[in-house]
């Protein structure tokens, strides 16, 4: 197997170890990337921010998350009875082979669990298992038809990412498709790589670093990044990457897999998080409207008291 040198980004990359027993994973104090703060003076969050966060979203949302000793395989065996929980890290690239977890990471952009997990399934039943042999040899308008007729979202732009991702693993890193090397680089070294490859962007790279990889990063999503913008954990002007760059180093490491598996699934289940909206002409839009939702519960229930009652947002003192 050869390895090409990653190249190099601009990303500023931080963490912050707070956990001395997580044997296995690889943490660091200091910044890598360009070795620059991603944090740029805003103070929130704290570490109590963070464990307060984490411990009242436990309560609601079946305890707190923990990583799979053993990562699940890359068959499709058997999901639909998973529980929600598993299937979120599966979908984000939770499996046992980096390039599958890569691969179903990209799938996921921009789409439903459920349309990413079609997709997957789909390639699957078309190419055989895992085959990424057999879809590299495709021709890319193939696996567009595949990842259309599954309801992919963004089929043409996806096929060829995957397409020219698999093309370049097979002609300039390893012909065996393999980016298993990637376990046994630094954290600054694996993530530099992930982000050179066309169509990777910071979320997608920093997935596949938790999830597949079982490193101490934070990635930020759509729900994500509303949810902590709420939280007032990021200032007015952040966007997604500053975001990345900023919750990366100021959640302690021991945090960021439960954290985002918290945020995430409730940011997707809490009715009055659900209308909190990030919208560029007022960042503050996402404080007030998550209030006003809280609000007019409250009142509703005070004027038609025989009404069942919204279930109150752990987060409502928060935000």
């Not at 799938?107 to 042999?133: E, I, M, P, W």
């Not at 839009?285 to 069942?308: E, F």
């Amino acid at each position: 197997m050869t390895s090409r040198n990653a190249g190099s980004s601009d990303l500023v990359v931080t963490t912050r170890s707070e956990a001395p027993g997580l044997a296995g994973n690889k943490t660091s104090d200091e910044p890598f990337g360009n070795r620059s703060s991603g944090r740029q003076g805003w103070k929130k969050p704290t570490i109590s921010d963070c464990e307060r966060v984490c411990a009242l979203l436990a309560g609601v949302h079946g305890g707190m998350p923990v990583r799979p000793k053993r990562l699940p395989g890359a068959t499709e065996e058997g999901e639909e009875e998973e529980e929600s929980r598993l299937l979120l890290a599966r979908e984000c690239g939770e499996v046992g082979d980096v390039l599958d977890g890569l691969v179903r990471t990209i799938l996921s952009q921009h789409t439903s669990r459920a349309n990413s997990v079609r997709a997957k399934q789909a390639l699957d039943q078309r190419f055989g298992t895992g085959n990424y042999h057999a879809i590299r040899l495709a021709p890319v308008s193939a696996i567009t038809q595949v990842l259309q007729h599954a309801r992919a979202g963004l089929a043409p732009s996806k096929s060829a990412t995957i397409h020219a991702l698999l093309t370049h693993i097979h002609q300039s890193i390893d012909p065996a498709l393999s980016l298993e090397f990637l376990r046994s680089l630094p954290d600054a070294q694996a993530m530099e790589t992930l982000l050179s490859f066309k169509g990777v962007g910071p979320k997608t790279a920093s997935c596949v670093m938790l999830f597949c990889l079982g490193r101490n990063f934070f990635p930020v999503d759509t729900h994500v990044f509303r949810m902590t913008r709420a939280l007032d954990w990021l200032a007015p002007s952040a966007t997604r990457e500053s975001a990345f760059k900023h919750l990366n180093q100021a959640v302690p490491d021991h945090l960021k897999y439960p954290l985002h598996m918290l945020l995430f699934q409730h940011a997707r289940s809490c009715r009055a998080c659900k209308r909190i909206i990030i919208s560029k002409p007022d960042p503050h839009r996402a404080l007030s409207t998550g209030k006003q939702k809280l609000d007019a519960d409250r009142k509703q229930s005070q004027i038609r008291p025989d009404r069942k009652p919204s279930p109150v947002c752990p987060l409502a003192e928060l935000l």
